[in-house]
């Protein structure tokens, strides 16, 4: 499916700080797009699930953020709320290429199960 899916060019990896975030303005509203310590890069909707609090804002950690409005913890891969806590914040496809360009394709999805 996603081969078939328009992937917009969102900006370089390393525009991104390490366990940073960026906002990008899309149709969907606003998407965050974060960067591990690792480098590994993931996109979220901007609002947590609890309040609609700015993930952005975040302190990103291993591969998660914790939202700074009431300390949720939010998986980036999986957009869910870590236990004992619940809900879900949809997350997006990124792509790296070779160059470093980040592209996000505006599919939004949330995690099953």
Request: hydrophobic content about 40%; proline content about 8%; overall charge negative.
């Amino acid at each position: 499916m996603l081969d078939r899916v328009n992937w917009i060019d969102v900006g370089l990896v390393e525009d991104i700080p390490a366990r940073g975030a960026r906002t990008i303005a899309t149709p969907l509203g606003e998407v965050a797009v974060f960067r591990t310590g690792a480098g590994e890069v993931f996109a979220l909707m901007n609002r947590c699930p609890h309040a609609n609090g700015p993930l952005s804002e975040g302190i990103v950690h291993d591969r998660h953020v914790t939202c700074p409005l009431h300390g949720r913890v939010i998986s980036l891969a999986t957009g869910r709320m870590r236990d004992p806590d619940t809900g879900c914040t949809p997350t997006l496809p990124v792509q790296v290429g070779e160059d470093g360009v980040i592209r996000l394709a505006l599919v939004p999805s949330f995690a099953n199960a």
